[in-house]
Nanobody, 121 residues
Framework: QVDLVESGGGSVQAGGSLRLSCIVSKSIFAANAVGWFRQAPGKKRELVAATTNVGGATYVPSVKGRFTISRDDAKNTVYLQMDSLKLEDTAVYYC???????????????WGQGTQVTVSS
């Protein structure tokens, strides 16, 4: 019954790396864009990255050059590779699916459960 399943969160020192995975139901994956949002304590939820169902990607300026979103059609999976992590990257990360316009603005109709990323100094 779960449409999106996230994994890969954890704790890492600043400068380290993590890779988040979002396994998406096949029917949703085939017809929707997928993106990542994050929400840190005391901050608004913000878009991190998004990709369409035919590829391509967009990133929030604060992560551009450090994070990479990709998708594997054979596995119905979207990844977020996070390198050079900073303390301010600490947040709960959520996977979302929907139209590209919806995803990049406020998130889509489908959401994962969230996975915690903690970056320490």
């Amino acid at each position: 019954q779960v449409d999106l399943v996230e994994s890969g969160g954890g704790s890492v020192q600043a400068g380290g790396s993590l890779r988040l995975s979002c396994i998406v139901s096949k029917s949703i994956f085939a017809a929707n864009a997928v993106g990542w949002f994050r929400q840190a304590p005391g901050k608004k939820r913000e878009l991190v990255a998004a990709t369409t169902n035919v590829g391509g990607a967009t990133y929030v300026p604060s992560v551009k050059g450090r994070f990479t979103i990709s998708r594997d059609d054979a596995k119905n999976t979207v990844y977020l590779q996070m390198d050079s992590l900073k303390l301010e990257d600490t947040a709960v990360y959520y996977c979302t699916a929907g139209t590209f316009w919806a995803v990049v603005q406020e998130g889509g109709d489908y959401w994962g459960q969230g996975t915690q990323v903690t970056v320490s100094s």
